[in-house]
């Protein structure tokens, strides 16, 4: 319970969601929540990312989405790599997963939509894998960006990224 203390103010749900995963050893979603052609242990839980932000350790993390949506706003510290169902995002994915040590923990994102229907997080998964990283996780953001990372009070940056 200390951990959920750690990790800040969560909704009932939530807490009882993450009591059961921390009690379990995991912090990844159970194998109902998972979106299809994902494992549990292939995401992330948004209160994890959120409390590991700026800590030595830190994952890479990417945001696989539309660019307009990482200009206006995203999480702190995560680098555009463009979204992975197109050919230009797919290029522009390898090219920063190029300057990645392959041994590094990658953390992806798009929020564009429910994650079911999303069109970019199962590809970049699917490419981050190929090009050898093994750490690699979606983070759940079942309904949206908005909805399950913004409304609920983790950190934002906005506006125009720093330089990537």
Do not use: Q
Not at 97 to 123: F, M, S
């Amino acid at each position: 319970m200390e951990l959920l203390y750690y990790l800040g103010v969560m909704s009932a749900r939530t807490a009882v969601l993450a009591t059961a995963l921390f009690a379990s050893g995991s912090l990844a979603l159970p194998a109902g929540a998972v979106p299809k052609d994902f494992k549990a242990a292939d995401t992330l839980m948004a209160e994890v990312l959120s409390g590991s932000l700026g800590k030595p350790g830190a994952p890479v993390i990417l945001h696989v989405g539309f660019p307009a949506a990482h200009r206006d706003s995203r999480i702190p510290g995560a680098k555009g790599a463009g979204p992975a169902y197109s050919t230009e995002g797919r290029k522009r994915l390898s090219a920063v997963l190029a300057g990645i040590p392959r041994d590094r923990e990658i953390v992806i994102y798009c929020g564009c939509c429910p994650w079911e229907d999303c069109p970019n997080i199962l590809p970049a998964f699917k490419i981050i894998r190929a090009a050898g990283f093994k750490r690699v996780r979606a983070l759940a953001l079942p309904t949206d960006y908005t909805i399950d990372w913004v409304n609920r009070g983790y950190p934002v940056e906005k506006g125009i990224p720093k330089r990537e």
